[in-house]
């Protein structure tokens, strides 16, 4: 037995750009209802989002029927629940707050069995088929697709650093982190703000590297996508679903 091929991880190394949804209901229904939208891929949030391992795994079970990836977003760089969500099946991880090459080193590591790093190595799990895929431990990395999240003034002073971290696969600004960490709370929009996603997306560039934001305005998505960024989620299950209950019973309600 192969591993699947991730499209995602694919389509950013040809440079191709990827549009993504942001799922955070923790539900493998609505997860399901957006995974035939044409999406390139869905985040599956346990930042922000009350999922657990088996929603989480649940998620991805799902997904392993439509063309879409799901890239597993952990609460945190910490190599116990990389290593847990791994083995459930998540191959393409978003790591939240990475500031230092030295930090996005230890993810690195995370993901990787040794020599090259410390994952923990089990015989059988849901990531190779209950030990179906055939030299897994020596090809998972082939197929995993890592994306650090750039979210404060240091982790832009260090993009460079960072991207340039053997393993790392693409730097994703986290818009509202960053403009709240740089004195402009949840407003992205504004120029300090939008000097640092750009020269994020550049540091990337020059490292071969691909890009990412969530763009939930249209405008701000195009104008990424315009701009280089390749990985870009364009809006959530929960705003869809918020924003658009909202707006039809406001429609009938004169
Ligand atoms: O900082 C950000 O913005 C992100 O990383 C995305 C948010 O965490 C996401 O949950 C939408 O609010």
Not at 212 to 233: C, E, H, Q, S
């Amino acid at each position: 037995m192969q591993e699947r091929v991730n499209s995602l991880k694919a389509d950013l190394g040809n440079g191709q750009a990827s549009i993504g949804l942001w799922c955070s209901l923790a539900s493998a229904l609505t997860t399901e209802v957006v995974a035939s939208s044409g999406a390139g891929w869905l985040l599956i949030d346990s930042e922000h989002s009350p999922n657990d391992l088996r929603s989480i795994m649940a998620q991805l079970q799902v997904l392993g029927g439509y063309p879409c990836e799901g890239v597993v977003r952990l609460p945190s760089d910490d190599a116990v629940g990389i290593k847990q969500a791994m083995d459930v099946g998540a191959r393409s991880l978003m790591i939240p707050n990475i500031r230092t090459a030295e930090q996005a080193r230890k993810v690195v590591a995370s993901v990787s069995y040794a020599p090259k790093g410390a994952r923990g190595f089990s015989v059988g799990h849901r990531a190779n088929a209950f030990g179906r895929i055939a030299g897994y431990h020596g090809t998972a990395r082939e197929q995993q697709l890592l994306a650090l999240q750039i979210e404060c003034e240091t982790g832009v002073a260090n993009a460079a650093e960072i991207a340039a971290v053997e393993g790392v696969d693409a730097l994703f600004v986290g818009p509202g982190d960053l403009s709240t960490n740089m004195g402009h709370m949840g407003n992205p929009g504004v120029e300090p703000v939008q000097t640092a996603i750009a020269s994020v997306r550049a540091a990337a560039a020059r490292a071969g590297k691909a890009s990412g934001i969530l763009a939930p305005v249209k405008a701000d998505a195009d104008r990424y996508l315009a701009g280089g960024f390749t990985m870009v989620a364009v809006g959530s299950d929960l705003g869809l679903l918020a924003r658009g209950s909202d707006a039809l019973i406001a429609s009938f309600n004169r």
